[in-house]
């Protein structure tokens, strides 16, 4: 559960209500201090909390029912910008991640980068962790690869979006990049999001591929609730009985996510169709439901990549300016059709 | 199988291969001519058919693998444009089929018709026969409001399509419906696909809601080689484990049938959403696939209609003029981008 | 709705009732005796519905919720044994169907029901009519094989089970048939539910493989209320997103059915697994769920029959005998477990 | 890829040879005793492999198509019995594991250990982690209840099973528990995956629940190419679109992986039915399928647990024994029907 608390509480209030509310040793309680708010997470079972009583307490915020709450739009916690490099993703502007899935050749990606930033793109992606089904995969560069993205950070001109997989890279990894992915197959993993929370880098956090959409907002409540507002939701498809594309197009999850959180929601047109040809009308189709932004794999020359499945998705560098140009037509003209009242 | 035959073929000349051919008990052939071709349609299992010697015979073409061939675009069997009404439905303009999903109150229909004539529709849509799925619903007037149906395609100036799910009504309903629709719960009706393929009206047929595009292409293709080319694919989403919407929106499945077919394609915002709210959208984004018409569901007072929850997914009829203009737009703007080269 | 009248009334009260009842066009109703019992069957919006008063009326049934009632086992309308031929299924022992799928060769059908009758089979299952994807499969011999069936009756000395996929051939297979067959794919076919409803056969009602127990029940109700209580639900697996055996292995469908409906359920472990090898744990497995039967594909000579594919599913004629006694033994043991205690 | 050497290569010839293939930055290997065989593990795109020639070279094993090749029967690398404290899962008898799912109160644990031991267990399960889809479950004691899982491993006289899900707490938590659970969702987190390579304890690898065989598979062969060939497949149930018992119960999986691999696999039928009547039936059944050992909840008070949803699901700690018993009768039963023959 939440408990909020007068806005000013100082640090030794909320420890100390902290401690009283939390006697049991099967409870656990942290402060947390959003949008000028004051409160305390409290996590076990609601029937061991002690409810105290204080001059300070404003609410005792049930969790019980939904398993989430921050991210609740109704409760008004969080911004509707996510701050990402020197712009923002969310609030009004089409914003653009773009890139390689993995940081391969530096000279390659930093060339990327540069094309990219020169069609519009706000920041570029290259991961130094990609997470692997099996363990024979390239699975990324992982630490060593720190420098190659700082020269791809300084050589690109773009802030850097890298995928992180292992709870004990985060704090090196912050350090270098300006946001830090998580992958559709660490969308549950707790220990990773915890410390995201911590990270002072906003998250982007992919959708997992079978999850439903309540089980990604209790993700973004995962890590908003460790102290991180700065989630940002990508939506790559979900898996579906039938492939016509790599995945069904879970538009209808960006409309959900749109009515219950303040959270921005991107779309990726790569990886939920898993074809070049496909990712123009699925980023057209992204924009006419609203999304605050798009991630687009692209690459100067897919046949270098090391897996042949990701270059069949590379949308060409060339085309990138025109399709965002396109992409934000269709979003006003949906938007002045009050698509959604 | 199919078995093609030179082009001028009697009519005798059939009837006599195909005895030859069909000379097993468990085989079955009857001829079938398309697009100034001629065919032998054969069913039954390959090793049973004799293959006589025969002059006019052109090629034996395999089903086996994939269970369909003439709705295949790489044979060029079927025609772009499906005739309906004294238009067309596919080969460039966007069409749109309005109105509600049953035929109830005929004055209210005529009005509806008579609106959405006005805000471009080419057809109205009011249906004598809703398959439920139990005993207890309105199964629709049935064949005792064919009068009624005529009525409304004389008061609202507009081609009427209708429902139809006995394979007995479909030659009574042929007589006055321009167009026989087919519920996504009869997308495997054998005996309704067969009496279909000899109605002489063009077919509207629904993605079953968990079938396949295999499969939807097969039901494509029972209408086919049954006499009739004019078969109109219907999208119009299917279950998925996460309901955001009614249904996951199959624009997938939009582009896989364009890719595989010449039969013109369109979507059901309407039943798709389950939702007022996102029928804009939802269409907005089929039109950037590429589809060839909307069926959108609308009713100029919803809250006559005997199902409320039907009622909550009707469309604004005084919006759907800008609606159309504005999928007009959006597809002329992703065409123009190639989306799919 | 279902209004539940004095159980004697007489048909002229309740064709009286009837018209009262259904005044408004878009509501029809007609009687229904069960089990002692007598009901109008009220079909259309519940607002339509006229309320009369009478004397003879002793409840209104909303079915609006779940939109069944007559299935329900609270309800005690349905018995809990189906007779089919001289025997039953359901209320006790385990029940057998075994055959092949289509009847192909006569001779080979005799030969299959005597052998399956020895090894403790109560019936054989040959159909005239398959539900095929598409047009160009072996579709069964239709009418056309009937004296065929009959002579498969006569020469196996066990009732016959035969498919029936179009409302126009209910009639003259319900001649020859003892039980009737709905395939997954038609089990959303009103016209075919409501026609096998006056039928006179037992039904067996297959869950179609992407279907709701719900929808399946619906599927039930409908035949229910149309005049036939003999029902058979049949579980044959669902399709999931991976397919270790042909279909996932419905068994929780099997316990919610026994728990919400008195009709019996029964097991098909050759088109679940699709493999002769899985047949036997598929088979003990649906034993310990406490199904009333399995319905086993057999033939004494798969290699001859029309598709390889059902061939593979075939499980061997001579462990027939050994498969069932093993059945009866777990379902004894798991009962005596109190299993669902 | 996988290299295979000589099998009594040193270690200095498998480093040696490490740094030659793996010449290129992306690619990294590390060597793999198994079996009495010598391996290099090669992860990376096998076109940057460098393909050195060896005399201690006996194979390269590509794992490009599927993904993995250690868990693989085919290449009988891994043991049949996996030893679990003094005993061993796998290789004939039917294990059991059973305990609550957390571990809350000692005390209830250690009687339900000492319990569980009379009534025929193996072992004790008592997670001192959970993964939770929210922030403010009751995560689990921690590393803090380290002294109080040591207290139930010695009060009860079995070996404890305990879940891991952050790499971090991998070395610690085996000091203490004899077997190291991951929980469904955590079955793609590669970190802890391959922490769990170097534990040197049995890893209980439970499937995810929208996981497919092929992912799980993949998952065991990350921990075994890390070092630990001593994995165990815990099936529980699978995502379906409908829902009659919590989960759809996989043993068509149970089979697959008995075809693939020589991993014992067991079935957890608490957590895939959710439901404590159908336990005895969901083992029951998982026992005809050959499983190596059951997982099953149990609590002596259910109604002390923290969450009355896992309290619906404890099977009756005084029916324990008999259910084992039965399971093994049935075990026995199926394989003497050579079921799988």
Redesign the interface.
């Given at each position: 559960?939440?408990v909020e608390l007068a806005p000013h509480s100082s640090d030794a209030e909320l420890a100390s209500l902290a401690t009283r509310i939390a006697r049991h040793?099967?409870?656990?309680a942290w402060p947390l201090r959003l949008a000028g708010r004051c409160f305390l997470?409290?996590?076990?079972?609601e029937?061991?909390v002690h409810r105290v009583s204080s001059a300070a307490i404003r609410a005792w915020h049930s969790?019980?029912e939904r398993?989430?709450w921050l991210v609740d739009r109704a409760n008004a916690v969080l911004p509707r910008r996510v701050p990402l490099g020197s712009g923002h993703v969310g609030g009004g502007d089409l914003w653009c991640g773009a890139g390689p899935c993995a940081l391969?050749s530096v000279s390659d990606t930093v060339r990327t980068a540069t094309m990219v930033r020169r069609a519009g793109a706000d920041a570029v992606r290259a991961s130094l962790f990609k997470?692997?089904?099996?363990?024979?995969?390239?699975?990324g560069?992982g630490r060593?690869g720190l420098s190659a993205l700082a020269e791809v950070r300084a050589g690109g001109g773009l802030p850097v979006i890298t995928e992180v997989?292992?709870?004990?890279d985060v704090g090196a990894v912050a350090q270098v990049a300006d946001c830090l992915q998580v992958d559709p197959?660490?969308m549950?993993?707790?220990?990773l999001l915890?410390e995201l929370g911590g990270s002072g880098r906003p998250v982007l956090l992919m959708r997992g591929v079978?999850a439903?959409?309540a089980?990604w907002l209790?993700?973004a409540?995962?890590v908003v609730?460790?102290g991180n507002p700065h989630v940002i939701m990508c939506a790559r498809g979900?898996?579906?009985?039938?492939?016509?594309?790599a995945y069904?197009?879970?538009?209808?999850?960006v409309?959900?996510v749109r009515r219950h959180t303040d959270l921005p929601v991107i779309f990726d047109p790569s990886h939920s169709?898993g074809s070049a040809?496909?990712v123009?009308?699925?980023a057209?189709?992204a924009a006419?439901?609203?999304v605050d932004g798009l991630l687009i794999e692209t690459h100067p020359a897919p046949e270098r990549m090391?897996?042949p499945g990701d270059a069949a998705q590379m949308y060409p560098v060339d085309?990138l300016a025109?399709?965002l140009a396109?992409c934000r037509?269709?979003r006003d003209?949906?938007a002045g059709?009050?698509?959604?009242?």
């Open positions: 559960m939440l040793e099967d409870v656990t997470v409290v996590a076990g079972d029937r061991l969790t019980a398993g989430y391969e997470v692997r089904s099996g363990p024979y995969h390239f699975p560069k060593g997989a292992d709870p004990r197959r660490n549950t993993n707790r220990a915890a079978r439903t959409v089980e209790k993700a409540e995962y609730s460790h979900v898996v579906s009985f039938d492939r016509s594309l069904q197009l879970d538009y209808g999850a409309a959900a169709t040809a496909a123009a009308p699925a057209l189709a006419v439901f609203g090391y897996r085309r025109a399709l396109a037509q269709v003209l949906a059709l009050d698509a959604f009242a």
